[in-house]
């Protein structure tokens, strides 16, 4: 079956430092999301992604935040100086349509520890 | 804004059913959703449910939607000690920006 792979697993990082988190989804998949869940709270939404552009994004996404599709297969989230409540295990996703009822398909997560 | 409530932990024994419950507020929510986590792995779609139906079936697992009490459910029959997992609910009004309750933990006895 096919799935969204994602990288690193686990990364540890320093306040202040800039993280890529990357997501390779899956293959004839056009609409591309990233979620996060804090430890011990709800898996809550960042972005959607569609056709190069966000197409939603919530409160939590705001200017330390960027998305981009770099090339036809991956799907990069960027925190550009991280905190530490940005500490999360952040969930990438895709789907084939954008409406509700399309099937979205998580990834593993990336667990980002910022100290 | 919408909001997902769902108990918190459900203890039962091999080979008995479970039900895990889910409250929404938005009431214009079209589709409902069941994933599964186990641990260290990612979001697992187990099965959803569109809101002009009030039940679905899929093998072992049962999907129950109250809409007017805003309630759906997850009765999963005969579970096994590999069904322990947390399971999350969430729910969607358009667009597929979901909106997941906290996780019910289901802890299988053997």
């Known amino acids: 079956e096919p799935e969204v792979t994602q990288t690193p697993s686990h990364q540890v990082t320093q306040m202040g430092q800039e993280v890529i988190l990357r997501c390779v989804p899956i293959s004839n998949h056009l609409y591309f999301y990233w979620y996060r869940q804090i430890l011990g709270q709800k898996v809550e939404f960042l972005v959607s992604f569609y056709n190069n552009e966000i197409s939603e994004k919530s409160e939590i996404f705001d200017d330390q935040f960027s998305v981009e599709r770099p090339d036809g297969s991956n799907f990069t989230l960027k925190i550009r100086s991280t905190k530490l409540e940005d500490s999360a295990m952040y969930f990438c996703?895709?789907?084939?349509?954008?409406?509700?009822?399309?099937?979205?398909?998580f990834g593993e997560g990336s667990w980002l520890t910022v100290v | 804004g919408e909001d997902v409530e769902q108990s918190l932990f459900l203890s039962v024994r091999e080979g008995d059913s479970s039900v895990i419950n889910c409250t929404y507020t938005d009431s214009s929510s079209t589709y409902l959703y069941w994933y599964k986590q186990e641990p260290g792995a990612g979001l697992q779609l187990l099965t959803y449910i569109f809101s002009n139906m009030d039940m679905k079936q899929d093998q072992r697992l049962t999907v129950l939607l109250n809409k007017k009490d805003k309630h759906l459910s997850l009765r999963i029959a005969d579970t096994q000690t590999g069904d322990s997992a947390i399971y999350f609910c969430a729910e969607t009004t358009y667009g597929n920006k979901l909106v997941f309750g906290a996780g019910t933990i289901l802890r299988v006895k053997s």
């Open positions: 996703a895709s789907s084939e349509g954008g409406f509700s009822g399309n099937t979205i398909y």
